[in-house]
T-cell receptor
């Protein structure tokens, strides 16, 4: 089946600390792994994605790492800031569509 | 400005009263989709459309209808709404019909069915 598990469901960090969110998927044929950020009252927005031919991708303070053998990929946010507070969704491409995880509510305390 | 526009943003209705949530995109995208967001369940796909006059069921299509008569518009129709359709709805579009490109989301429509 097309199973996606995202952990943790909530995460609270101090400003300046790092945050890591993990997403586990079931389809070994998956080849596209995006992360979306949803700010309060808005729709989700793509922040970073990775394809299966690379293991890591970085864009300033955010990075995504992929472990295809273990079937999981993670979002890393370094030097967190209050504006990073949001709900984050992984959405691996499985079975011909994006399957969204349950979401992680990140709170960055100043 | 490139955007996906949904209306209404908020709606309270009663069981059985037909309603339509409109969605329009100005990016000339082929692919459009509707999702519902419920606490602890993430976003679940209701219907999607690869192009004009082509629509397909997603994971939770029961109780919903869609149409794609024009490329820019993809309305969501609830013929006889029920309380279990109370949810936050998002329309999204993408340039890649293979669904591996960036999805652009609207700002959401919060629906309450009494």
């Amino acid at each position: 089946g097309e199973n996606v598990e995202q952990h943790p469901s909530t995460l609270s960090v101090q400003e300046g600390d790092s945050a890591v969110i993990k997403c586990t998927y079931s389809d070994s044929a998956s080849n596209y792994f995006p992360w979306y950020k949803q700010e309060l009252g808005k729709g989700p927005q793509l922040i970073i994605d990775i394809r299966s031919n690379v293991g890591e991708k970085k864009d300033q303070r955010i990075a995504v790492t992929l472990n295809k053998t273990a079937k999981h990929f993670s979002l890393h946010i370094t030097e967190t800031q209050p504006e990073d507070s949001a709900v984050y969704f992984c959405a691996p491409y499985q079975g011909g569509k994006l399957i969204f995880g349950q979401g992680t509510e990140l709170s960055v305390k100043p | 400005e490139a955007q996906v526009t949904q209306n209404p943003r908020y709606l309270i209705t009663v069981t059985g009263k037909k309603l339509t949530v409109t969605c329009s995109q100005n990016m000339n995208h082929e692919y459009m989709s509707w999702y519902r967001q419920d606490p602890g369940l993430g976003l679940r796909q209701i219907y999607y459309s690869m192009n004009v006059e082509v629509t397909d069921k997603g994971d939770v299509p029961e109780g919903y209808k869609v149409s794609r008569k024009e490329k820019r518009n993809f309305p969501l129709i609830l013929e006889s709404p029920s309380p279990n359709q109370t949810s936050l709805y998002f329309c999204a579009s993408s340039v890649m019909t293979g669904n591996t490109g960036e999805l652009f989301f609207g700002e959401g429509s919060r629906l309450t069915v009494l």
